[in-house]
């Protein structure tokens, strides 16, 4: 399945170079590129140049153009700062040639003529300890403190490692061992379990800053390439009789086929289009600027995706983001013919979306209606608050670029469908209550028959509770 993805940003070229030429035009050469000279030509009582002097200032000039010395900063480019001696004036060529040796001298030589010591570069390396690690390598490490850390068992850490084998292994090189897969993949999954800083994450496993950075990013992209076509697609015609009979056995509404659901990621606030992704409910709720952007997923009635769509700014509301879905093209294909769809308030009714009734003063049908269709939108919802329990980097702002985000999110997705459909429990403390505000669509009916499918679903459904509650009240007899 794949993640429909849209990072907002907007590209603009600068070309510095033009502006660098027109200022070198206006003025006739560089005016950064004086050198101060001895002698002074408006001076009658000084010695006219020698030619040593004018090839040296000659030489300093053009190096520093050819250098493309930037005219916009106050800095002589470090090439001539090591060989002018602004203290004297102006140096000549031959001098210019000395100083040049001689530093090249001193690179050569460990020791000068004098006897005194130069002082070598050496390589510094950090010593780190990933004792951490493998003490959770370890076969004897308890499984419930390794479920714990990375919010799965073992059996199931040890298949995704197996899985992304061929896809993360690195081979040694003349200067380091490669890093094995299964720290590396403990990296990426440590990292999205817990939202720790990359600087704890190094900690943790003995590794550097950008080092874990790069390794979390490398395995997200190796997930969602490997194990999105397995683990999230769109179910076969089996599966969707198993999906339609349990949603039918929750709300006793025919034919659904998946539970549609909307939340949001908090960011950092970006650089470009920030009002696009300034997101307002959350703003006014919480009393402080947030900015966000969205994962849509489809779900079935265990709680798996079947559907996702990641990155759209939070500033969208949900209709708008269907509306940019690859499930919307899914149904205009003819994929949901005669299924359903459910959402909340948030969407518009269409010919395979069912919302619940959104206007007031509504009946006691409506309102027994609406009672089945939050059953089934509780499915999805509580899926959300499972990925986001799990996977707490979902709870922060990350990081995480926001060009780099929808594939790390991708990949939370992906790992919860592993865990759900291999049974993984989770903490009942990492449960998270989800409260993202829902806003009515523009135009909240956009299907005539849907409209009458809907009345029927919500009088049958009156009645057989009347009928149930009927037979109920005379077996009490």
């Not at 000549?92 to 040796?101: A, E, L, R």
């Not at 002082?119 to 419930?144: G, H, I, M, T, Y």
């Not at 995706?305 to 990155?311: E, K, L, N």
């Not at 979902?394 to 999110?409: A, I, S, W």
């Amino acid at each position: 399945m794949e993640v429909s993805a849209f990072s907002f940003l907007n590209q603009e070229d600068y070309n510095n170079n033009n502006m660098v030429d027109q200022d070198i035009n206006n003025n006739g050469n560089n005016p950064i590129m004086k050198t101060t000279t001895d002698f002074d030509t408006e001076s009658s009582d000084k010695a006219a140049p020698s030619f040593d002097e004018i090839l040296a200032t000659f030489t300093h000039n053009n190096w520093a153009v050819d250098t493309g010395f930037d005219s916009f900063t106050n800095q002589i480019p470090q090439p001539i700062n090591d060989y002018v001696d602004n203290s004297h004036g102006s140096s000549s060529f031959s001098d210019f040639k000395d100083n040049k040796n001689n530093k090249r001298s001193r690179k050569e030589t460990p020791e000068s003529s004098s006897g005194q010591h130069q002082q070598q570069r050496r390589l510094w390396v950090k010593n780190r300890s990933n004792a951490w690690w493998e003490q959770c390598n370890s076969p004897d490490f308890p499984e419930d403190e390794f479920r714990k850390a990375f919010r799965m068992s073992k059996s199931t850490f040890e298949l995704i490692c197996n899985e992304l084998d061929s896809a993360v292994t690195k081979k040694n090189t003349m200067l380091r061992l490669a890093i094995p897969v299964r720290q590396r993949v403990a990296v990426c999954i440590w990292r999205l379990a817990t939202g720790e800083p990359l600087r704890l994450v190094s900690k943790r496993f003995g590794l550097g800053i950008s080092t874990c950075h790069k390794l979390v990013l490398e395995v997200c992209s190796a997930i969602k390439t490997v194990l999105m076509p397995k683990f999230l697609q769109w179910p076969d015609e089996n599966k969707l009789n198993e999906i339609r009979s349990e949603f039918e056995s929750i709300s006793g509404i025919p034919n659904v086929c998946g539970s549609i659901y909307t939340t949001h990621i908090p960011i950092i606030a970006p650089k470009i289009s920030v009002a696009a992704y300034f997101n307002k409910r959350h703003t006014e709720r919480n009393q402080k600027t947030s900015y966000s952007i969205t994962v849509q997923g489809l779900v079935d009635p265990k709680g798996v995706f079947s559907d996702v769509c990641i990155g759209w700014p939070g500033s969208m509301p949900d209709d708008k983001i269907l509306e940019k879905s690859a499930l919307l093209q899914r149904a205009n294909n003819g994929a949901l013919k005669d299924q359903w769809v459910v959402g909340n308030s948030s969407y518009p009714l269409m010919d395979w979306l069912l919302v619940p009734y959104g206007h007031q003063n509504i009946t006691w049908t409506q309102h027994a209606f609406n009672d089945k269709i939050a059953k089934v939108q509780e499915v999805a919802k509580e899926a959300f608050g499972r990925l986001k329990g799990r996977w707490s980097c979902l709870q922060k702002r990350t990081e995480v670029k926001l060009m780099d985000l929808p594939v790390v999110l991708g990949a939370c997705c992906v790992l919860h469908n592993i865990c759900e459909m291999r049974g993984e429990t989770m903490e009942p403390e990492l449960k998270v209550e989800l409260f993202d505000d829902e806003m009515s669509p523009e135009n909240p009916v956009r299907s005539a028959s849907s409209m009458q499918a809907r009345d029927q679903f919500a009088h049958n459904l009156l009645h057989r509770n009347h009928a149930a509650s009927h037979d109920l009240y005379f077996v009490g007899q």
